[in-house]
């Protein structure tokens, strides 16, 4: 009898997790912006070779620019700022901001490494895109004579036609395949509980 209330008081447990563990993936799920996160989100940022590659480059560029480029909502805002924290915990002056017009070399004179993430786009503001380019370039080249890494976050959709696309090098992110998904799930929650893996995987192909 001791045996049975035993067994009927774990599974009352379960039934208690459960309900808890969806409130937290939806919680995950839901924030679909780096700018909405708050917390300790970057303990459990999915490390994609991207990422990795683009932390490497960094680390082994005395001066250079670089583009991450990707589709809009790949995570390009994401990967910047768990590239940035990292170099910045490894004890370099690295600046992270939105690129604004009003950026001077005095803002940024100061830093190793300095990542600009470009805002979102429209379809139609190539224009505007360029123009920012034109401004990065030209803060570039006023700092000529410093060893300075600027790492400039682009949609992939808006970034071709300029000069400076040609000083790059490029790292390109492409969207989670459905395996990372469920790699990147398990990070997070170190299971696939409520769910199974067929679940998740399933999930993954269909978004």
């Not at 409130?23 to 994609?48: F, H, I, P, Q």
């Not at 910045?88 to 070399?105: H, L, P």
């Amino acid at each position: 009898m001791r045996n049975v209330k035993g067994k009927q008081g774990m599974k009352n447990n379960r039934a208690e997790e459960i309900p808890q563990r969806i409130n937290e993936v939806y919680e995950w799920a839901s924030l679909l912006a780096v700018e909405s996160r708050t917390g300790n989100w970057l303990e459990y940022y999915y490390w994609t070779e991207q990422a990795k590659r683009l932390l490497l480059r960094i680390r082994h560029l005395k001066r250079g620019l670089i583009a991450l480029i990707g589709l809009q909502g790949t995570g390009k805002t994401s990967a910047l700022t768990a590239v940035g924290v990292n170099l910045y915990q490894e004890g370099f002056k690295t600046g992270m901001m939105r690129w604004r017009s009003d950026i001077t070399s005095k803002t940024v004179q100061n830093y190793r490494y300095t990542f600009f993430d470009l805002p979102d786009y429209a379809t139609g503001s190539a224009r505007l895109m360029k123009r920012h380019l034109d401004e990065i370039g030209q803060l570039w080249y006023g700092l000529k004579d410093r060893d300075i890494v600027f790492v400039v976050a682009a949609q992939k959709e808006l970034f071709k036609g300029h000069y400076l696309i040609g000083k790059m090098d490029i790292v390109e992110l492409t969207p989670l395949k459905p395996h990372q998904l469920l790699e990147a799930y398990k990070v997070r929650f170190e299971t696939t509980d409520p769910f199974t893996e067929e679940a998740l995987l399933l999930i993954a192909e269909l978004s």
